[in-house]
């Protein structure tokens, strides 16, 4: 199926009160996890890749392409709605690669940028991505951020609403990732959401607007962010850690002479990732149930692909 673009997905999310998870994949196995949660929920879903925490040499050297080409692979054998972002891209050019590698939606990491700048460099963005029918995330505002010593909101700032206005006017963008009190990477504690300022955000903005941090955003305010404009939550570190517990209990669980030959890569049961992807699954079809997208796969997709 070809892939559904991002502003159409997140439109009807809009106006049916529901909102899209994209779940942050690595590799295969985790994107794998992904759809398979998206098609037993029969769900529309954004899938992709992100390139924060990924080295910057090998993104460069091919690796845009690469999980550029991976995403394709899968989202077209796909049999619920997918679109594919290449998300919070280091630079404006690993951004347009994302395009030529055949995302259908890209972003840039500005919340560090000066305002001026990030307009200037998203705006060029949305230039090239509009003309090769591609989607823009746009960012304004940085959300804390969490270490190993707690979280860090020395760089961290709110999103002012007028200026989000600007910024989407602007640029041109198609949603909004937007900084309300969510905290990027924490996985202990709830973020504590400031509604009044996401309130006044959507008053004056009108595109979707995007959650980043999704891992620590309160249960109880998900449905109130929904009512606001929010069409999109982003999920990330939460998927790692039941990744990593999952495969760190298939491995404990292998005895001496281990048969490796089924252990990687048969992708059989007995393949060592295959819980891991197993409890990624479940994690994914629990958000999202949580985000109200389960059973609302509308098959965009196949209408597409009959013109
Ligand atoms: P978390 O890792 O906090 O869930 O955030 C993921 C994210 O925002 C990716 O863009």
């Avoid at 591609?134 to 979280?151: I, K, M, N, R």
């Avoid at 602007?170 to 309300?180: F, H, I, P, R």
């Amino acid at each position: 199926m070809p892939l559904v673009p991002l502003q159409r997905i997140l439109g009807s999310a809009r106006s049916d009160g529901y909102a899209l998870g994209y779940f942050e994949a690595w590799d295969t196995c985790s994107l794998e996890a992904v759809l398979t949660a998206a098609e037993e929920e029969s769900a529309p879903v954004i899938l992709g890749f992100g390139a924060m925490m990924v080295d910057g040499t090998w993104l460069d050297g091919g690796g845009i392409e690469i999980l550029g080409a991976i995403g394709r692979s899968y989202a077209e054998r796909s049999s619920v709605d997918v679109a594919l972002i290449f998300n919070e891209a280091h630079t404006l050019d690993q951004a347009l690669r994302g395009i030529d590698a055949g995302f259908n939606a890209v972003m840039i990491d500005t919340h560090s940028w000066r305002t001026e700048d990030a307009i200037v460099a998203v705006r060029e963005l949305c230039r090239a991505a509009h003309q090769s029918g591609v989607a823009v995330e746009g960012e304004l505002g940085s959300p804390a951020e969490a270490t190993a010593s707690g979280v860090d909101h020395s760089h961290a700032s709110l999103t002012d609403p007028d200026e989000a206005a600007r910024f989407v006017e602007e640029t041109g963008v198609d949603c909004l990732a937007v900084s309300v009190g969510n905290v990027h990477i924490m996985m202990d504690q709830e973020a504590s959401i400031d509604l009044e300022r996401l309130r006044s955000i959507h008053e004056r903005v009108d595109v979707p607007l995007v959650i980043h941090g999704g891992t620590s955003f309160p249960r109880a305010a998900v449905a109130p962010a929904i009512a606001l404009g929010v069409a999109k939550f982003n999920v990330g570190t939460v998927l790692k850690h039941v990744f990593w517990d999952g495969l760190e209990s298939s491995v404990r669980s292998v005895g001496a002479n281990p048969d490796v030959h089924q252990l990687l890569g048969s992708h059989k049961q007995s393949d060592v990732m295959r819980i891991a992807q197993q409890r990624m699954t479940t994690k994914v079809r629990s958000l999202i149930r949580q985000y109200g997208g389960s059973g609302r796969q509308v098959m965009v997709a196949a209408e597409l692909s009959a013109r």
